[in-house]
């Protein structure tokens, strides 16, 4: 008998933050980890890092694609460390590979994800985030975004 395939839910983020940006992205991290599905990030510090430790801490999996060739630049939090020689451009790879895409805060990196996700047919949802973007949907809670997520692309 076939395993069931677990939920990935994408959290995207700038890998720089503030702790409070930081505090949020944690808190998404273990909403994941609670809920059953796999974190999946850029892999690196700032909000990947966070989410990652997040999730770690609630005994989650987590998946981090990194833009380099080297697994040791993934940080301490990622499960599986997926290489892609791809730079920026493995924010492609993260919303294919999401199947619905938190953003916590964010720079432009981030937007270029939110955009990719979009244009994949990816829900997409916000939080804390600077941008007014079409075909998003706000919340006000690492709970409110994960519940919503989930509630859109089913159970793990």
């Given at each position: 008998?076939?395993?069931?395939?677990?939920?990935?839910?994408?959290?995207?983020?700038?890998?720089?933050?503030?702790?409070?940006?930081?505090?949020?992205?944690?808190?998404?991290?273990?909403?994941i980890a609670k809920k059953g599905a796999v974190l999946l990030c850029g892999g690196?510090?700032?909000?990947?890092?966070?989410?990652?430790?997040?999730a770690k801490l609630e005994g989650g999996a987590t998946i981090g694609i990194l833009p380099g060739n080297c697994r040791e630049e993934a940080n301490p939090w990622i499960d599986i460390a997926i290489l892609s020689g791809m730079g920026h451009a493995r924010n492609a790879l993260i919303a294919q590979s999401s199947d619905a895409l938190i953003a916590v805060s964010g720079e432009y990196?981030?937007?270029s994800e939110i955009a990719l996700g979009l244009k994949m047919g990816k829900p997409v949802f916000v939080l804390d985030c600077k941008w007014e973007i079409e075909g998003t949907q706000k919340t006000r809670?690492?709970?409110?975004?994960?519940?919503?997520?989930l509630a859109l692309i089913g159970s793990p």
């Open positions: 008998m076939k395993a069931p395939v677990r939920k990935q839910i994408g959290v995207i983020g700038a890998g720089n933050c503030s702790n409070e940006t930081r505090a949020l992205a944690e808190a998404v991290g273990k909403e690196l510090g700032g909000v990947m890092e966070a989410a990652a430790y997040g990196g981030t937007l809670s690492p709970q409110e975004a994960v519940e919503l997520a």
